[in-house]
Every structure is written in structure tokens, then in C-alpha cells.
């Protein structure tokens, strides 16, 4: 189900200048005048925007303002760290206004990563956020993945599952079945431009998501494994199965779709949190994580919308428990 962001008339509240600005970070590519749009209530996030975008870019930028602490909230919680501040620039990428250009930033953690290039998305803020959690899920990889297939593939899942699908369009597991469908899961491949490398690590975690195993779980795993570690000792470690099964299974697994590869979930692992109690009773504690994630939000003046998002991100990052099988500069796009 998807939580889109509303529109809303807080972005003219006040000329941006007659704000108090910062002086913005050297931005990876953005070369003109950063205005600044405001920092959200819990400091982690300073938005900027390019004023030549006009209303339409400067809407998309206090929708990321009002959305961003929801964003980094379920990102620690996916990668079970905290992470750090980051400024982020709305501008048309590459010339885009339709979120298109994709998203770009400089290394994989919080230090030489934290200025982060969104592109605008006229009309469609719920893509601004989700390339934002592209690059913010990369900076939580604690300096490893950068470059890599696994760390693209875990980056765009993390997208995809906190940004509510919103950047379906960039989609590569199709490619990668096209294409012959290549084991990308005994070796990974040392870049994070290739659609079919990508592609079999969308499909891969939409497959091992579909069998129980929650997406935090995988994160924090793939973080462990580092730029070696493929998705054959992913599944190894969290399936408690030798990891040598686990490119027959896959393959298996997807030759046996009705519909085949159409999307980058084509096992419906982003639904599965939907169906918690069908695969293990609720514990005391996610219960508690529920509530109090509920209860910030409401006491933030959060939009039901967005309590519904927060909601479903703790779902996707809780373990199972005990049922569970027991366990460089880069750009967003398909360019």
C-alpha cells in the first residue's frame, strides 16, 4: 500500500530569505545557489533547495522537510544504528523535474556522505523521499557496500520499502530475468551501475524477504559481510542452511513465478509484514515498538499518512523471533 505525500501550503509560510540559513556543504554536483528551507525538529536533517525550480521545487523540498525525521527514523531502525546529520538539495538532476535524475552523494557513512543530491519530482513529493533514503541508507553501510551490487540492491530495497514504492520506474530485476537471469548470488559484482547484478539482488532479497526474514535483519547482515560478502553467505547465515543451496533454490523459486520477473518484488516480500500473524505470534516488545513509534508521531502532529508509514517501517525492520529461520561517489537511477 502506498502513503504518497500530501501536498501542503506550510511551504510558503515564509520567505526562505528571511530564514536564518546555514552555509550549505560543497555538494557533489549542484553547482548553484542552495537556499535554505529548514532543519527538521530533531537536527539530523537540513534541506535546501534550488530556487530556480521555482513553487513546484520548493514545495517538493518542504515536503521532505515535514517527511525527513519519519525517513531517518525508520532507516536507524532498519540498520539498528543511529545515524548521523545530513543536508540534503532538491534541484532538477541531470535536468529532471520528475524524480528521473535520480540522487547522488560522495562516500558510504555519515562523514564523507552527508551532502546528498535529491532530484525534483513536480507534483510527486513521495519520490523526493524515497531517493533521499537511497542515499541515507548508503551512509549507513558504515563505510562498506559503496561501489558494490549488494549494497545497490539493499540501498533500493530500503527505498523502496520506506519511500512506499514511489520509484517503481527505476525497477531492474526485470532486466536482470531478460537477460538470462546471470548468478549474481555466488559473486558480487564491483559496481553498483549494473542492471543485471542489481537486478538478481532485488529479486534475491524479495525472494528471502517472502520466506520470513525481515528486511532489518538483511541490512544489518549485508552490512556485516561487507564489500566480499555475497548474497549466498546473506542467505547462509540467515537461513541456517549451507550457502551452496542457495542460487539452486532462488532459481528455482523464480522459474516457478506464474507471471514471471515484472518488478523488483516479484515474490511480494515487501508485503509480508502485512501477514506477521500467520508466521509467528506478536511479541511483547514490537508491541511496545508499535505504541511508542504511534504515540511520537501523534505527539508530533504527524499526518495519518504518515503514522501509517512509521508504523509499517517498524514492521519491516522487526525479527521474527524464535519462528524465524534463526538466523565513492555514486548515483541512484538506471542510467
Same mark, same amino acid.
Given at each position: ?25 560543497? &555538494? ?9 528551507? $529548514?532543519? =527538521?525538529?530533531? /537536527? ?29 527514523? +525508520?532507516?536507524? #531502525? ?23 535524475? /535520480? ?9 564523507? $556522505? ?51 514504492? +514511489? ?19 555466488? %559473486? ?10 542489481? /537486478? ?11 520466506? /520470513? ?6 541490512? %544489518? ?8 560478502? =555475497? ?15 542457495? &542460487? ?20 511480494? $516480500? ?35 499518512? #504518515? ?29
Amino acid at each position: 500500500m502506498r502513503h504518497p505525500i500530501k501536498a501542503t501550503a506550510r511551504a510558503t509560510v515564509a520567505p526562505l530569505q528571511q530564514r536564518d540559513a546555514p552555509t550549505p556543504p560543497q &555538494w557533489p554536483s549542484f553547482t548553484g545557489t542552495a537556499q535554505f528551507v $529548514g532543519t =527538521t525538529a530533531s /537536527g539530523r536533517v537540513t534541506v535546501y533547495v534550488d530556487p530556480t525550480t521555482g513553487q513546484s521545487g520548493l514545495q517538493n523540498a518542504q515536503d521532505l522537510l515535514n517527511d525527513a525525521d519519519r525517513v531517518v527514523s +525508520a532507516n536507524d #531502525q532498519l540498520f539498528g544504528t543511529s545515524g548521523g546529520p545530513v543536508s540534503v538539495v532538491v534541484f532538477a538532476l541531470d535536468g529532471a523535474t520528475d524524480g528521473s535524475g /535520480g540522487a547522488d552523494h560522495m562516500g558510504c557513512d555519515y562523514a564523507t $556522505g552527508a551532502a546528498i543530491e535529491v532530484c525534483a519530482s513536480y507534483g510527486n513529493s513521495a519520490r523526493v523521499s524515497a531517493l533521499f533514503e537511497a542515499e541515507l541508507s548508503e551512509c549507513s553501510m558504515g563505510g562498506n557496500l559503496c561501489g558494490v551490487s549488494t549494497g545497490e540492491a539493499l540501498s533500493r530495497w530500503c527505498a523502496a520499502v520506506i519511500g512506499n514504492n +514511489a520509484l517503481d520506474d527505476f525497477a531492474t530485476a526485470p532486466t536482470w530475468a531478460r537477460d538470462g537471469m546471470a548468478d549474481y548470488v555466488n %559473486r558480487t559484482d564491483p559496481t553498483d551501475r549494473g542492471a543485471d547484478s542489481t /537486478g538478481c539482488g532485488m529479486a534475491f532479497i524479495s525472494w528471502l524477504m517472502s520466506t /520470513g526474514v525481515d528486511l532489518g535483519s538483511i541490512a %544489518r547482515t549485508i552490512v556485516a559481510g561487507g564489500d566480499t560478502g =555475497t548474497l549466498a553467505d546473506l542467505y547462509a547465515r540467515l537461513r541456517s542452511d549451507a550457502g551452496v543451496n542457495a &542460487w539452486p533454490k532462488f532459481l528455482a523459486a523464480v522459474q516457478a513465478l506464474p507471471n514471471g520477473v515484472t518488478d523488483d518484488d516479484p515474490f511480494g $516480500g515487501a508485503s509480508q509484514p502485512a501477514h506477521l500473524g500467520q508466521l509467528a505470534p506478536w511479541t511483547v516488545e514490537l508491541a511496545g515498538k508499535v505504541f511508542s513509534t504511534i504515540l511520537a508521531d501523534i505527539a508530533a502532529g504527524k499526518e495519518p499518512h #504518515q503514522l501509517t508509514a512509521s508504523v509499517r517501517a517498524v514492521l519491516v525492520s522487526a525479527k521474527f523471533g524464535p519462528s524465524k529461520a534463526r538466523p565513492s561517489k555514486k548515483r541512484e537511477g538506471t542510467k
